[in-house]
């Protein structure tokens, strides 16, 4: 009964799951952004009367040093993520050491805040002190709330991010490679990129837990406020 209860808590939360959620929500930062700034790039040009071809221009800047910056930033993210895991993983690991009854208290305490009875509960803390890995995984779960990350998590982060920017920073610049009058282009880029927000804020929601067409419609509001903002401002300066 006690090992099959210490299983059944060591093996909660895998890391199959752990990394899906990740890499949605690295998607989700790519195309969001990816959508959103160029999209008010493309916008703010077009209301200051530079041609297609200027707009497709700094379009693809913008988005190949977006895609560059995001992917850095991911990267980073990633890696101090790792790094937070291993400083709290050897304080644990010193602490299991210079105070084991203290951090076998703690886990009596974690596992009567599962509903487990003390009768329960005290063969598998007297399991952990015996299995000391054992006990540093339980701990890092379960009073940390931390998982071992993926070492290859940091480029992958990267380079999710940074692809994603580069496919929703595309919708945005489509018609202006077909279209070279940029006031024609612009009106094309603005229900292209306003379906794609639509599409894209609705997957966001389904695979984040909020209600999709809430989430849809949230999601294209802001780029149309962006756009607009930035078409705006450049027709005030233009001025």
Request: aromatic residues 8%; hydrophobic residues 50%.
């Amino acid at each position: 009964m006690a090992q099959e209860t210490e299983n059944s808590l060591l093996n909660q939360h895998k890391e199959k799951h752990f990394t899906a959620g990740e890499i949605v929500r690295d998607i989700i930062i790519g195309v969001s952004d990816g959508l959103t700034v160029p999209f008010a790039l493309a916008a703010g040009l077009s209301g200051a009367n530079a041609s297609s071809a200027i707009i497709l221009t700094a379009g693809i800047a913008e988005v190949a040093a977006g895609a560059i910056s995001m992917g850095l930033g991911g990267y980073l993210a990633a890696k101090s993520e790792a790094e937070h895991y291993i400083r709290e993983l050897k304080r644990e690991r010193d602490e299991i050491v210079a105070v084991p009854d203290t951090e076998a208290a703690e886990v009596a305490e974690i596992l009567s805040e599962y509903g487990i009875q003390q009768h329960e509960y005290t063969p598998v803390v007297n399991a952990l002190r015996k299995n000391p890995q054992a006990w540093l995984d339980f701990m890092m779960k379960f009073e940390l709330g931390l998982e071992k990350p993926n070492p290859k998590r940091a480029l992958q982060s990267a380079f999710t991010i940074a692809i994603s920017y580069i496919v929703g920073g595309a919708v945005p610049l489509v018609p202006y490679i077909f279209i070279p009058i940029a006031r024609k282009a612009v009106i094309a880029s603005v229900v292209l990129t306003l379906l794609a927000l639509l599409i894209f804020g609705y997957a966001k929601g389904h695979f984040t837990g909020n209600k999709p067409i809430r989430s849809a419609l949230q999601t294209a509001l802001i780029g149309a406020i962006a756009s607009a903002a930035a078409f705006g401002m450049a027709k005030v300066v233009q001025g």
